[in-house]
Structure formats: C-alpha cells, structure tokens
T-cell receptor, first 110, second 112 residues
Framework: SQKIEQNSEALNIQEGKTATLTCNYTNYSPAYLQWYRQDPGRGPVFLLLIRENEKEKRKERLKVTFDTTLKQSLFHITASQPADSATYLCAPGSARQLTFGSGTQLTVLP | EAGVVQSPRYKIIEKKQPVAFWCNPISGHNTLYWYRQNLGQGPELLIRYENEEAVDDSQLPKDRFSAERLKGVDSTLKIQPAELGDSAVYLC??????????FGPGTRLTVT
C-alpha cells in the first residue's frame, strides 16, 4: 500500500534560517505532489503543486523540489519567520486524488 | 469569494447516537471531498464526489457512514450509530478542474 513519510514530527529553527522539510513516498507513482499548511483548529491551506515532469517550483519564499527517482520531495522556506510556524502536509496525488502524510510541525523561534 | 462552509464546528454525542455534518463548497466547484483527520495524522479520504456522483467511496465504512450530495452542491455526511473510534475532525474540501483543494474549517466530533 502507499506510504508517505515526512521527516521528524517536529522541527525547530531560528528566525531567518531556511527550513527544509522532507517527504518520502513508497509504492506510489504520483503525477504531482502538493504541499499544504495547517494551523491548529483549521483546515489545510494549499501552498504549492509540482508535477512529475517538473524539478523545482518557487513561490515567494517557498521552494519545492520533486525527485521521482528518489521518490522524494523537499519543501524549503527561506528567511523563515515566526508566522511560518504551523504543520506542513505533503500530499502526492494522481487523478485528482491525494494521499496525505502525517505532517511536520514547524516552529520558528524568534 | 466565500470559502468552504461546514457546520457544526463542534459536536459531542454519546456512542450509538446518530450525527450529521453539512458542507457547502465554493461556488462553481464540481468536486467535493470528505476527509477524516485523527490527531497527529493527515486527512484520510472518505468519499469524493464529481458533481452529484460518488466516484470514490472505497474508504467509507458503509455499515455506519453514508453521504449524499444533492443537486451537485451541498453535501451531508452521516454516521449512524457513532462509535468511540469515530472521534476525529471531519473535513470537507472542494476543487475545480485544477488539482488544488480548498478545505473548510472542519467539524470536531467527540463521541463519549
């Protein structure tokens, strides 16, 4: 069965540094991969989508890479701010169906 | 543009009681999803609708869960009877022809 693994449940970094979150998947060949942000008590919010034929995607301070050979995606937040503190969910997908990882809780320390 | 609306936001019931959740998707979004999210886990798909047709309900526990999407707009998810293990957050999401999904705030269900 499909398995999605996101690096350590919690990640703490200092403000201004770059946060790097990892998503690995097995038994799956997704056509695309999405990243979502979830704050406590709220639903996930879409951040970025990267397709299988794309290596990298950027949006403001966010960057996502997608390596279909390694079956891995990396999510970077540059110049991190305390407001970036949240849980980030990785979601590989095909045919409009997503499988979510359990998320990485990021805390940016002032 | 209004987001996905869900109600109620919180619900506490005793086991064996029925419960229903309501979702109003973003206007014009033909795809609607119901997910269940347990504490510390990602959302798990229960059912997906394309307009009024349920195109994937393989993860829906059909012995106690049911869902409907009348006229391809609003949707209702029902549990009858509820069990202790059903305590979770139930999320509704909608999307268009693009792949990103827009989520509602969820309904937190507690079964005692």
């Amino acid at each position: 069965s499909q398995k999605i693994e996101q690096n350590s449940e919690a990640l703490n970094i200092q403000e201004g540094k770059t946060a790097t979150l990892t998503c690995n998947y097995t038994n799956y060949s997704p056509a695309y991969l999405q990243w979502y942000r979830q704050d406590p008590g709220r639903g996930p919010v879409f951040l970025l989508l990267i397709r299988e034929n794309e290596k990298e995607k950027r949006k403001e301070r966010l960057k996502v890479t997608f390596d279909t050979t390694l079956k891995q995606s990396l999510f970077h937040i540059t110049a991190s701010q305390p407001a970036d503190s949240a849980t980030y969910l990785c979601a590989p997908g095909s045919a409009r169906q997503l499988t979510f990882g359990s998320g990485t809780q990021l805390t940016v320390l002032p | 543009e209004a987001g996905v609306v869900q109600s109620p936001r919180y619900k506490i019931i005793e086991k064996k009681q029925p419960v229903a959740f309501w979702c109003n998707p973003i206007s014009g979004h033909n795809t609607l999803y119901w997910y269940r999210q347990n504490l510390g886990q990602g959302p798990e798909l229960l059912i997906r609708y394309e307009n009024e047709e349920a195109v994937d309900d393989s993860q829906l526990p059909k012995d106690r869960f049911s869902a409907e999407r009348l006229k391809g707009v609003d949707s209702t998810l029902k549990i009858q009877p509820a069990e202790l293990g059903d305590s979770a957050v139930y999320l509704c999401a909608s999307s268009t022809d693009s792949y990103e999904q827009y989520f509602g705030p969820g309904t937190r269900l507690t079964v005692t």
